[in-house]
Each structure stands twice: as structure tokens, then as C-alpha cells.
């Protein structure tokens, strides 16, 4: 069974930091782009960023450029989410999901309709 299982959310202080990882079962995460997605309260889900799977190109939102890092480790089949110098903005449950698609356009359109969605990881930055 394909399975991805977002953890690593938790409540941080802004200005802190966390690591979100995006592990996969049943596939090999290596052969899709992987996106990060985010819904905050009362808000619609927005794309955070992605990475292709073909050159290992990542794409961010303008609202996390030089504070979140996607990156894979293949050997544990995961796509983290590094992210820094965190706000309270970025309170939200954050998702992953393989897509056909990867791009600067991709991360800042519309959610694509991907089915189902996994549990996220609950993420809240506040004081």
C-alpha cells in the first residue's frame, strides 16, 4: 500500500525551528516531485514548496524564501521540510504529496486536486 506520513510538527516559539519529514511506504519516493502543502485555520490549503524528483530542483512560496529547506534522503525514502526563523503566519497543518508536477508556478498556484490527503503534522508558532 502507497502511504506517505507526515511528523515532526509541534508548538514552537517565533524565531524557532523545526524539521517536518514526509516518509513513504509501499513506493519509492525518489521517482515523484514532492510537495509541502499548508492549511491554516479558516484558510484555504496553499502550496509551501516542492522538489523535483528528475534534478532535485526545489521551488518556495515568496512568504518562506530563505527560511524553509526542502531536501530528500533516499536511503530513508523522506522529504524533509526544514524550517526557520518560523512566525506565527506560519501556524498551519502541513502536508505532503507526490504530484506530476514541480514548479515556482506549481508552489504558488492553486492546490491541485490530489484525492486524498494524509493526516498532516500540526505545526503553531506562537509565544
Known amino acids: 500500500q502507497m502511504q506517505l506520513v507526515e511528523s515532526g510538527g509541534g508548538l514552537v516559539q517565533p524565531g524557532g525551528s523545526l524539521r517536518l519529514s514526509c516518509a513513504a511506504s509501499?513506493?519509492?519516493?525518489?521517482?515523484?516531485?514532492v510537495g509541502w502543502f499548508r492549511q491554516a485555520p479558516g484558510k484555504e490549503r496553499e502550496g509551501v514548496s516542492c522538489?523535483?524528483?528528475?534534478?532535485?530542483?526545489?521551488y518556495y512560496i515568496d512568504s518562506v524564501k530563505g527560511r524553509f529547506t526542502i531536501s530528500r534522503d533516499s536511503a530513508k525514502n523522506t522529504v524533509y521540510l526544514q524550517m526557520d526563523s518560523l512566525k506565527p503566519e506560519d501556524t498551519a497543518v502541513y502536508y505532503c504529496?507526490?504530484?506530476?508536477?514541480?514548479?515556482?508556478?506549481?508552489?504558488?498556484?492553486?492546490?491541485?486536486?490530489?484525492?486524498?490527503w494524509g493526516q498532516g503534522t500540526q505545526v503553531t508558532v506562537s509565544s
Open positions: 504529496a507526490t504530484d506530476l508536477f514541480c514548479s515556482s508556478d506549481y508552489v504558488q498556484g492553486p492546490v491541485p486536486n490530489l484525492g486524498s
Open positions: 522538489i523535483r524528483h528528475s534534478d532535485g530542483s526545489t
Open positions: 509501499g513506493f519509492t519516493l525518489d521517482h515523484y516531485h
